[in-house]
């Protein structure tokens, strides 16, 4: 959940096919990268190697896995008309692994504390996700 919270999204080519999990990461964050494809490379066909890309003028790393079945139930709680939203019940799938990913791939130290970017939040869903890291 944390991962698809911050860098990962789900990819439907067509409304009739199964989703994709597809992680973008900075080439600065190889070890994490390296981490969340060992995760998930299970998904990916076997011979499958990340690929390296260049993207305004900066290097990232990304991988997609295969179109799989599997990937409909995170799919459904956080795309509403292909359009990546916030799920309402938040609180009850964010794990403190979840939670851990999440400031891995949008957080950063802040003075003592830990920044998460929500900036492309609604103010609605920005609301929910101080509501849940308060509890």
Not at 43 to 61: A, D, H, L, R, W
Request: proline share 4%; charged share 15%.
């Amino acid at each position: 959940m944390g991962i698809v919270l911050s860098d990962g999204h789900l990819l439907r080519r067509k409304v009739t096919h199964n989703p994709a999990f597809v992680f973008v990461q900075s080439s600065i964050h190889n070890p994490y990268f390296d981490h969340v494809f060992k995760l998930l490379q299970i998904f990916c066909t076997e011979e499958f190697e990340p690929k390296f890309q260049i993207y305004q003028n900066k290097g990232s790393y990304y991988f997609k896995t295969m179109q799989l079945p599997c990937f409909f139930p995170i799919y459904n709680l956080f795309y509403i008309n292909s359009i990546k939203v916030l799920p309402l019940n938040l609180f009850d799938i964010l794990t403190s692994a979840g939670l851990a990913h999440w400031i891995m791939g949008d957080g950063s130290k802040q003075n003592a504390g830990v920044h998460i970017s929500i900036y492309s939040f609604s103010l609605s869903e920005a609301e929910l996700t101080y509501s849940v890291l308060e509890k």
